[in-house]
């Protein structure tokens, strides 16, 4: 079939046409700009600063600040919605989630990997090899027996224990003493706190007899100043240490956890902020590893993402109770796997 020469130079033009009416990927991404805040738990600060540090390098006009105030902090901002997302080491409690309700503050709960809480040592800390929950209530609560190492073994040096904690506002404070102290205990006034895990890693890696806890990504990050204590699961009598097969298979515990971010769905409005989220669930597993923190399962990765394309508000982790002067909220004792499903979400509306 021949085709006049009119023909094909029109055919060109609406090609031309076409292509100049086709999305350009480099224009996109300079055209989306604005701004987004995040705070809150130290622990999960490596991964959220790796996705934002990665969305910037495709998105460079948008300004994503990650501030670190604690898991207790960044919530005591984010229910009143001054910021557009919180990381969180531990799900939100009953009393900020009646916060963030009765201020109308909705959010998307997001687990995004997941946390072996590390009981870290001095390196020349030669006598510990492995300690047991109990040895950690001698050491932390505050009628803890043990305020020396020969109190837990009188082989051990009669040297006093320099007890390192992340500060009260922290979610890993909150997941440690929940293990430890139980609902009722209390840990001892005299230890040295920080919100700042390298504050306490400097703090360990200084002083032969001491002791502290933090996320497991600081201890793998720091492994050439501190090391790490093995600790015996209640169930198994096997001391495990918290490695990333460990944490996955459960083996590591009970310190294991889920890590989140909480997404004001208010900010999700915004197309810089949308967009980020969804980087950050598509690669929250290669930003975990990165970081030396173990991905979620699959399972949970497809939900985290369900979660947000269909904007299910409120937390799985918190339940109601009604009586005559309004619900009195609980939490919800479970494990991630169980716990996160759209049939057990509260909703904030």
Same mark, same amino acid.
């Given at each position: 079939?021949?085709?006049?020469?009119?023909?094909?130079?029109?055919?060109?033009?609406? #090609?031309?046409?076409?292509?100049?009416? #086709? !999305?350009?990927?480099?224009?996109?991404?300079?055209?989306?700009?604005?701004?987004?805040?995040?705070?809150?738990?130290?622990?999960?600060?490596?991964? @959220?600063?790796?996705?934002?540090?990665?969305?910037?390098?495709?998105?460079?006009?948008?300004?994503?600040?990650? #501030?670190?105030?604690? @898991?207790?902090?960044?919530?005591?901002?984010?229910?009143?919605?001054?910021? +557009?997302?919180?990381?969180?080491?531990?799900?939100?409690?009953?009393?900020?989630?009646?916060?963030?309700?009765?201020?109308?503050?909705?959010?998307? $709960?997001?687990?995004?990997?997941?946390?072996?809480?590390?009981?870290?040592?001095?390196?020349?800390?030669?006598?510990?090899?492995?300690?047991?929950?109990?040895?950690?209530?001698?050491?932390?609560?505050?009628?803890?027996?043990? %305020?020396?190492?020969?109190?837990?073994?009188?082989?051990?040096?009669?040297? /006093?224990?320099?007890?390192?904690?992340? &500060? @009260? +506002?922290?979610? /890993?404070? +909150?997941?440690?003493? $929940? *293990?430890?102290?139980?609902?009722?205990?209390?840990? %001892?006034?005299?230890?040295?706190?920080? $919100?700042?895990?390298?504050?306490?890693?400097?703090?360990?890696?200084?002083?032969?007899?001491?002791?502290?806890?933090? &996320?497991?990504?600081?201890?793998?990050?720091?492994?050439?100043?501190?090391?790490?204590?093995?600790?015996?699961? !209640?169930?198994?009598?096997?001391?495990?240490?918290?490695?990333? $097969?460990?944490?996955?298979?459960?083996?590591? #515990? !009970?310190?294991?956890?889920?890590?989140?971010?909480?997404?004001?769905?208010?900010?999700?409005?915004? !197309?810089?902020?949308?967009?980020?989220?969804?980087?950050?669930?598509?690669?929250?597993?290669?930003?975990?590893?990165?970081?030396?923190?173990?991905?979620?399962? +699959?399972?949970?990765?497809?939900?985290?993402?369900?979660?947000?394309?269909?904007?299910?508000? &409120?937390? *799985?982790?918190?339940?109601?109770?009604?009586?005559?002067?309004?619900?009195?909220?609980?939490? %919800?004792?479970?494990?991630?796997?169980?716990?996160?499903?759209?049939?057990?979400?509260?909703?904030?509306?």
């Amino acid at each position: 079939m021949k085709i006049s020469l009119q023909n094909f130079v029109a055919a060109l033009g609406a #090609a031309a046409l076409l292509l100049g009416l #086709a !999305p350009d990927a480099s224009a996109q991404a300079s055209a989306l700009r604005g701004n987004i805040v995040v705070d809150g738990s130290s622990t999960v600060y490596p991964i @959220t600063e790796a996705a934002a540090a990665a969305f910037r390098k495709e998105f460079p006009k948008v300004n994503v600040t990650v #501030a670190v105030s604690g @898991t207790g902090g960044g919530f005591k901002r984010f229910v009143v919605g001054e910021t +557009d997302i919180s990381d969180a080491s531990r799900p939100i409690k009953p009393k900020e989630f009646k916060q963030a309700k009765q201020n109308g503050v909705e959010f998307i $709960e997001l687990p995004v990997a997941l946390d072996g809480l590390s009981v870290v040592l001095n390196p020349n800390n030669t006598w510990v090899k492995q300690l047991t929950i109990d040895n950690l209530k001698a050491i932390y609560l505050e009628g803890g027996k043990a %305020r020396k190492w020969s109190d837990l073994n009188p082989e051990w040096p009669d040297a /006093t224990i320099k007890v390192y904690s992340p &500060g @009260t +506002d922290s979610g /890993t404070f +909150d997941y440690f003493k $929940e *293990v430890v102290a139980g609902k009722t205990g209390s840990f %001892r006034p005299d230890m040295s706190t920080s $919100e700042d895990d390298n504050v306490l890693v400097t703090g360990v890696s200084g002083d032969k007899y001491a002791i502290g806890y933090f &996320g497991a990504s600081y201890y793998f990050e720091n492994k050439d100043k501190i090391r790490a204590a093995a600790i015996v699961n !209640p169930k198994t009598g096997k001391a495990e240490m918290p490695t990333p $097969e460990n944490v996955i298979s459960g083996a590591y #515990a !009970p310190l294991s956890r889920p890590l989140f971010i909480y997404v004001n769905t208010k900010s999700l409005r915004r !197309p810089a902020m949308r967009k980020f989220v969804e980087f950050y669930l598509a690669n929250a597993a290669k930003f975990a590893t990165k970081v030396q923190y173990v991905s979620t399962s +699959d399972k949970i990765a497809a939900l985290a993402k369900d979660f947000l394309k269909k904007r299910r508000t &409120g937390t *799985v982790f918190v339940t109601a109770e009604n009586h005559e002067g309004g619900p009195v909220y609980h939490k %919800r004792e479970a494990p991630l796997d169980a716990a996160y499903h759209p049939q057990n979400l509260l909703g904030t509306k």
